[in-house]
Structure formats: structure tokens, C-alpha cells
């Protein structure tokens, strides 16, 4: 029989970690970064493999560099849900109290939620908690289910944002490309198998992400709070762009080509 040469391209960041194993080998395998090449040699016994980015972040890194139009006319925190379950309404209503408790420190912040385009049963749980600080972002409102959100609403909610808070998702790449401060939330909450401890304890992928000088990792409910205060204050503060995507693309390479 006749042998086909057969190409794979990673399209995730953790799918050489923590998705699949490939048994029956490609003759080559392209990926996001050095991480994902060195799983894919680790744990695949991949021999063929390089990292080449992704094509869906092409736009962003495009996106960046301009000023993009805001959407909202009021400062605000992005926080990002997951796809895992985990008490993200127990978080938001720490932060929800302490915005309400402070009003003089945070005027009129807003923190703008957007759960997970997976998660989609958070649209009608969101006002059972009758929050007074959080919004739930527009978008998700229109996303239906099984659908995936424009790629080019990301960089308009990304880059105008003054730093992120969430799980330990993929949005975190998203956040350090727009040089955006990520707090991950990695403290186990005591009701969800995949709270934020659990996955980062567990996934490959997440091992090093405290390499970033972006990502502050929140390691419990009290240090929450801290860390919200340190990253509000500090908001207007310059961040080492140069470092921060060298540091960056040690998980997602991205250089001036296009990626085709």
C-alpha cells in the first residue's frame, strides 16, 4: 500500500497534554509553542514536531497595535469564566461586596462577566445574585448554544479592560497578548471537583504559567481581594511589553509571518 505524508496542526494549547495520546504517529506535527513541542516529545514520543503558533491569534497580534474602540464608557475588570465548573459565583460576589464596601477607592467600577461560550446555562442564573457591581457581557447574550462567539470582539473587551481575573483557561495567553494583568483564581473552593487547584495542579500546560510576570496566582478566597486592590492600584502602571511576549512565547510563538 501505498504511504501518504501526513501533517498534524495542533489547534490547542493543552491538546498534546492533557486531551488525547497519539498512537498511531504523523510524519509531522506542527504546535502552538516550545511547551506544547516538548510534551508532544515527552508524552507522545513525537520525533517530527516544531511550534509555529496558531492561526486564530494572527488577528490579535494584528489587533493590538491599534487603538481599538471601547465599548463600554466606564472603567472595568474582565473576568473570564471556564469551561470546567468551578464556584465562579461565589467569587464574583466576593469581588461584587468589596467594589460596594469601597466605593470611594473604586468610584464607578464595574466588573464585566463573561462566563465560558460553553457554559451557556450562566445566562439565566446570572441575576438570581443581584449583583451591583457586575455586568454580564453583552456578547455572551447573543452567543446561542453550540455557537462560538466573533473572534473580533475579543481585542475590543481584551485591550481596554485594566486587568483580568478568572480560572486558569486558555484566556490567559489571550490576556498576556494584549499585555493585560491576569489574576488566576487557583485556590480549591471546596465544591467542584475542577476547581482552580485541582486543574493547575493537574494540567501540564498550566505548570508554568507563573513564569508570566502577568499572572498573579490566587491561591485563596482571602488573598483575592489583596490581589484585586494591588492590581487596581498598580493599573496605570507601565508593564515590560519586550519581556512579557518573550516570556509569552515560550507557550504561543508568534513571530512576523503570517501564519500560512
Not at 102 to 113: A, D, E, G
Not at 122 to 147: A, C, H, M, S
Not at 179 to 189: F, H, R, S
Request: include cysteine; charged fraction near 25%; glycine fraction near 4%.
Amino acid at each position: 500500500i501505498e504511504q501518504i505524508p501526513s501533517y498534524l496542526i495542533v489547534d490547542n494549547w493543552d491538546n498534546l497534554s492533557s486531551k488525547i495520546y497519539i498512537d498511531t504517529k504523523p510524519d509531522y506535527v506542527s504546535c502552538w509553542g516550545k511547551q506544547s513541542q516538548i510534551h508532544g516529545r515527552k508524552i507522545h514520543n513525537l520525533i517530527n514536531i516544531d511550534n509555529i503558533g496558531s492561526a486564530r491569534f494572527d488577528f490579535y497580534f494584528n489587533e493590538r497595535k491599534k487603538k481599538v474602540k471601547k465599548i463600554f464608557n466606564f472603567p472595568y475588570v474582565l473576568f473570564l469564566g471556564s469551561s470546567l465548573k468551578w464556584n465562579e459565583k461565589e467569587a464574583l460576589l466576593i469581588l461584587d461586596k468589596h467594589i460596594e464596601k469601597n466605593k470611594t477607592k473604586f468610584r464607578n467600577l464595574k466588573i464585566i462577566y463573561r462566563p465560558h461560550p460553553k457554559t451557556i446555562e450562566w445566562r439565566g442564573q446570572f441575576n438570581i445574585y443581584k449583583y451591583k457591581n457586575i455586568l454580564l457581557d453583552p456578547q455572551i447574550l447573543q452567543t446561542k448554544v453550540r455557537e462560538w462567539p466573533e473572534l473580533i470582539y475579543y481585542p475590543k473587551i481584551l485591550s481596554n479592560c485594566l486587568f483580568v481575573v478568572g480560572g486558569p483557561t486558555s484566556m490567559i495567553i489571550e490576556a498576556t497578548i494584549f499585555y493585560k494583568n491576569y489574576i488566576a483564581i487557583t485556590y480549591d473552593d471546596k465544591n467542584f471537583l475542577w476547581n482552580g487547584k485541582y486543574v493547575k495542579s493537574t494540567r501540564p500546560h498550566l505548570f508554568e504559567i507563573n513564569n508570566l510576570d502577568n499572572i498573579n496566582l490566587c491561591h485563596s478566597r482571602k488573598s483575592l481581594t489583596k490581589l484585586f486592590d494591588k492590581n487596581f492600584l498598580n493599573k496605570d502602571k507601565p508593564i515590560n511589553r519586550q519581556k512579557i511576549d518573550k516570556q509569552r512565547s515560550f507557550f504561543l510563538f508568534h513571530d512576523k509571518y503570517k501564519f500560512e
